[in-house]
């Protein structure tokens, strides 16, 4: 593992789960308003400053809603209580919106679409909880709920929940996690004969039809979504082994673990081979060198069947630092290891990290690693040309007011693109020294990324004693660049 880092790449998925469920990553348990606004904020900052430019931020753990435009209650990770509101009143989904995008930071909805229920005690619930107003909808597998995937009304109504938060957030992204049928727990069955005698379909095997019933929720969900929005992105992290290679088997991965294929019921890499996900972020929490799932395995095998859709990689922040000596984690080289290997692979688009708190708590000095070499520059997210490769037109009369500690940059608004799409941001470059030809390409020269069409920006870090060279250039939502304005060189000698 003495791969060389490559140069930053200008467009990179930089991912990391802020995890809402038993209160993980935020927020503080019962927290009052102001508190969680505040840690939410230092959130993004840390995050910010290390050079993450997407937060996947979960809003229904368990059929409830971190969001105020929902029909279902409000989460109890959030006030302590089920279906009790925040006091004062505030809509987190909104707030955490508005406060990444200030940052350059997507942020895309994480939604769990099965789990019903975290607890066995549903004394926790509200009374106004879809598994009181609907118990035949759900079935009980280790003393919690889940919704029944295979009744076509339960389909139907996660559809409209998400659809709802499609309608009404700017969200950049809906995303799902690896929570399908359950996990398996010994001595547990599935009791769901009754649903598949009703439904099936035509499908006389049980497993294919509960396959079957996942595909179809994920088919309704991608056309559903791209029809009332075009441009919102729609992936998936699911577990990070589809098959293990077998003589039934062959376009398995070389690997021996659990699988979601068979376990969970989820043919995750139909998904991408039918074009229904726009990324697919696999959770690959094991180390190089693994026995059962080796890292470097399961990366190869995903970038060989991500079928021209994007491929972020989960990777397990929280595990950095483990004491085992046999779990490859313990090492600090481990997960700046993992990142040489992804650099070396252009088919993988990017990381997701779970979790937020890992991250912030800079394990084995992995965060300053990000920060000081894999994420020292900006980067844009990946552009994904098959919702849009539309690219808005340049920016007009660039110009510059010097001030006697700064430039002030200001611009005008591009023509429409063929497409009609308004400009979503501006991309800021500054080169020093620069010759007639200005390296686009080098994120080392972008000096600010915005997600708004504010036509000015205020640089305050020039120093004496230089010229640069300035342009500016215009994206849309799904971060397609235009050419660039025209160059401005000034000095500040």
Do not use: C
Request: proline share 8%; charged share 25%.
């Amino acid at each position: 593992m003495n791969a060389q880092v490559k140069p930053d790449p200008k467009r990179e998925f930089r991912g990391v789960w802020i995890a809402t469920v038993s209160n993980i990553d935020w927020p503080s348990p019962k927290s009052p308003t102001q508190k969680q606004k505040q840690d939410l904020i230092d959130i993004l900052d840390s995050h910010q400053e290390t050079g993450i430019n997407a937060i996947i931020f979960q809003i229904r753990p368990e059929a409830d809603a971190l969001y105020a435009k929902s029909t279902e209650p409000w989460s109890r990770w959030l006030t302590g209580k089920q279906g009790l509101a925040p006091d004062p009143f505030y809509d987190p989904l909104e707030f955490a919106i508005t406060e990444a995008h200030k940052r350059g930071m997507e942020l895309h909805a994480w939604f769990n679409p099965y789990r019903a229920t975290f607890s066995p005690n549903e004394s926790l619930l509200s009374p106004n909880h879809i598994t009181k107003i609907h118990p035949e909808w759900f079935l009980t597998y280790g003393g919690t709920k889940l919704f029944n995937p295979g009744i076509p009304e339960v389909r139907d109504y996660i559809v409209q929940i998400i659809l709802n938060v499609v309608d009404n957030y700017d969200i950049d992204g809906v995303h799902m996690d690896d929570y399908f049928y359950p996990y398996a727990i010994p001595g547990q069955r599935i009791n769901d004969t009754e649903a598949f005698n009703k439904y099936n379909n035509g499908i006389t095997n049980i497993e294919d039809w509960r396959r079957d019933n996942v595909n179809r929720l994920i088919k309704m969900l991608a056309d559903s979504i791209h029809d009332h929005n075009p441009r919102m992105k729609f992936g998936i992290s699911p577990f990070g082994i589809w098959k293990n290679k077998r003589a039934a088997d062959p376009e398995g991965s070389a690997t021996h673990g659990g699988d979601s294929y068979y376990e969970l019921y989820a043919d995750s890499r139909k998904w991408l081979k039918e074009g229904w996900v726009d990324y697919i972020a696999p959770q690959i929490y094991w180390p190089f060198g693994n026995a059962a799932a080796a890292f470097d395995k399961l990366v190869d095998w995903w970038s060989d069947n991500a079928y021209n859709r994007h491929l972020y990689i989960g990777q397990a922040a929280y595990r950095i630092g483990e004491l085992r000596k046999t779990s490859g984690f313990h090492s600090a080289a481990e997960a700046p290891n993992e990142m040489k290997y992804l650099r070396k692979n252009d088919r993988v688009q990017g990381s997701i990290f779970f979790s937020s708190a890992s991250v912030t708590s800079n394990p084995l000095g992995f965060t300053d690693s990000l920060r000081e070499n894999y994420y020292n520059n900006p980067a844009l997210p990946p552009a994904m040309i098959w919702l849009d490769s539309i690219a808005p037109n340049a920016p007009k009369h660039f110009d510059i007011t010097i001030k006697p500690r700064s430039f002030v940059l200001t611009w005008q608004t591009p023509d429409l693109a063929r497409d009609k799409e308004p400009v979503y941001g501006y991309v800021i470059y500054r080169f020093e020294d620069a010759g007639v030809k200005l390296p686009m390409d080098d994120p080392a020269n972008i000096l600010h990324i915005q997600y708004d069409a504010s036509t000015k920006f205020e640089d305050k870090t020039i120093e004496a004693g230089k010229s640069y060279t300035y342009v500016v250039t215009a994206i849309d939502r799904l971060k397609n660049e235009s050419y660039p304005s025209n160059p401005v060189k000034i000095s500040t000698k």
